[in-house]
C-alpha cells in the first residue's frame, strides 16, 4: 500500500489508506482518543478507541516517527475533512527526549531567540512553515513571471575579486592566500550577462557585513535578481518589476496566503517629496526606515495602495553603475519599492558606456584595474539596461504581515548568530 499525504486524504475516503509522519499530539477522552500526524504538508487525524492502543501512544515521546494503515473516513471536524479510524500503528523511530518546546499548540509559546536557537525542531511546527511555504511561492511566481518573458535563468559566483557596491560592507574572505570576498549582489555578473541573453535573473544568496541588529537586516539573505537590455528608461524597468510583483502575489495566493492588490501602475513619489512626507530634513541622503513607515502609511491613506515607488535618489548616494537624470544629474534614475513601510526593492537604469564607469570611478576613487573584467564587456558595447533586485525575506516578512525578517528566514545569520 503507498504511502498517502496529508493533503491527499480527502480522495482516499471509504479506502484504506497508509500515512506517515510525527507524533504531533494526542487528546484523550474517557471512550475515545484523538492522534494527530503530522507530515510534511499538513495535519492528520487518527481515532484511537482501544485503550491498551492510547495508553502505549500515551508513553510516547512527541515527535516519534510513526506509520498509521487504518480506513480514511469523512469528518467535517478533522483537518482537512478526513480521518482515519480503526488504525495500527507502527513506531518508525521512538525519540528519548521530550521536544524543547510544546509543539502541539496553534503557535509556539515562546520567545524568538528560542525558537531560532532550537530551529532543527521548530520549524517544523505548522505556524512556522507558513512562511517558508510562502517564500517558496514567491520564488516560483518570480522564476514563472520573468521565464514567460523571455528571461534566462543563471547562477553568478559568490566568491569574488571586486566589491560591487563600494564600501567597506563586505565580508573578506582568504582565497588560496589572495584576499577575496562573499558577494554583496550578483549585480556586475547580471550586467555582463545581459550582453550574452538580453533578460536574466537569478535566485540566490548575497552577503552584507553590516553590523545592524535590527527587524529588518540580515548579513545573508536571499535576492530575486533580474536585469534587461534595451529599455528606454528607469520606468520600463519598473513596468517589468510590477508585472513580476503581481505574479508573485498570485503566485502566494495559490498557496493559501491572503492576496495583496497590486494597482495595474505603482503610485510614485520623487525622493525629495518622499522628504516631505517623512519629516525628514531637506539634505537627507536617503530613506531611514522610520521614513519608510510614514511613506507607507501616506501611500495606503493617498492611494489605498500597499505599495509605493520612491525615485530620484541622489546619485551620489548609489552605487556607481547607477545611470544619472540627464536633465538633473544630481538625482539618479534609481528607485525603491516600498511594501507596506519597508523598502523590498531596488532598482535602477545603469550605465551603459565605458566612459562613463572609467568617469565616476575616478570620482569616487574606485581602481578601474580591479573591475577589468567588467569594463570589458561595456570595452565591446552595452546598450541602455537596468535591473532591480528583490529582498525575498522582507517580501515574505511583510506579505504575512510580520516585523521581524527572523520570521521569514530558516536559519537567520545577523550580528550574534551562526547557528544552528
Not at 588560496?176 to 533578460?199: H, N, W
Not at 495602495?305 to 546619485?315: A, C, N, Q, R, W
Not at 521569514?408 to 545569520?413: I, V
Amino acid at each position: 500500500m503507498q504511502r498517502v499525504w496529508s493533503d491527499g486524504l480527502a480522495e482516499q475516503v471509504g479506502r484504506p489508506v497508509r500515512v506517515a509522519g510525527w507524533f504531533h499530539h494526542l487528546r484523550r477522552l474517557s471512550r475515545v482518543s484523538f492522534l494527530l500526524v503530522r507530515d510534511g504538508r499538513g495535519l492528520i487525524q487518527v481515532v484511537v478507541d482501544e485503550p491498551a492502543l492510547a495508553d502505549r501512544l500515551a508513553a510516547l515521546e512527541r515527535e516519534s516517527v510513526i506509520e498509521v494503515i487504518g480506513h480514511a473516513v469523512a469528518e467535517p471536524q478533522a483537518p482537512g475533512g478526513v480521518e482515519i479510524r480503526a488504525p495500527q500503528i507502527n513506531v518508525i523511530v521512538a525519540t528519548a527526549v521530550q521536544p524543547p518546546v510544546v509543539m502541539s499548540g496553534p503557535t509556539l509559546r515562546a520567545s524568538l531567540p528560542t525558537i531560532l536557537d532550537h530551529a532543527p525542531i521548530t520549524l517544523r511546527h505548522p505556524s512556522r512553515r507558513v512562511a517558508f511555504a510562502a517564500a517558496a511561492a514567491l520564488a516560483r511566481g518570480f522564476r514563472q513571471a520573468l521565464d514567460a518573458r523571455g528571461f534566462v535563468e543563471i547562477q553568478t559566483p559568490k566568491l569574488v575579486a571586486a566589491n560591487a557596491e563600494g564600501g567597506a560592507n563586505v565580508f573578506r574572505v582568504d582565497y588560496m592566500g589572495r584576499e577575496a570576498y562573499l558577494a554583496q549582489s550578483p549585480q556586475l555578473y547580471k550586467q555582463i550577462m545581459v550582453g550574452v541573453f538580453e533578460r536574466v535573473y537569478e535566485v540566490g544568496p548575497i552577503f552584507r557585513a553590516e553590523p545592524h541588529d535590527t527587524p529588518r537586516h540580515l548579513n545573508e539573505c536571499i535576492s530575486l535578481d533580474a536585469e534587461m537590455g534595451f529599455i528606454s528608461d528607469h520606468r520600463e524597468v519598473v513596468g517589468l518589476l510590477r508585472d513580476v510583483v503581481a505574479e508573485m502575489i498570485d503566485a502566494a495566493g495559490r498557496a493559501g496566503i491572503p492576496a495583496v492588490d497590486v494597482p495595474s501602475e505603482l503610485p510614485f513619489i520623487d525622493f525629495r517629496e518622499a522628504l516631505r512626507i517623512a519629516g525628514a530634513a531637506d539634505d537627507e541622503p536617503d530613506l531611514a526606515p522610520a521614513h519608510e513607515l510614514a511613506i507607507g502609511a501616506w501611500a495606503a491613506r493617498e492611494h489605498g495602495s500597499d505599495f509605493v515607488l520612491v525615485e530620484g535618489y541622489p546619485t551620489h548616494k548609489r552605487a556607481f553603475y547607477t545611470h544619472p537624470d540627464p536633465a538633473a544629474p544630481e538625482r539618479s534614475l534609481g528607485f525603491d519599492l516600498i511594501f507596506r513601510g519597508w523598502e523590498v526593492c531596488s532598482g535602477a537604469q545603469r550605465l551603459h558606456r565605458v566612459e562613463d564607469y572609467l568617469a565616476v570611478m575616478r570620482e569616487r576613487g574606485m581602481d578601474p584595474a580591479a573591475f577589468e573584467g567588467y569594463l570589458e564587456a561595456f570595452r565591446h558595447g552595452m546598450p541602455p539596461h537596468g535591473g532591480f533586485a528583490i529582498g525575498l525575506e522582507r517580501f515574505t516578512t511583510r506579505l504575512l504581515g510580520k516585523n521581524n525578517l527572523r520570521e521569514a528566514t530558516l536559519f537567520p545569520r545577523d550580528l550574534n548568530r551562526l547557528a544552528p
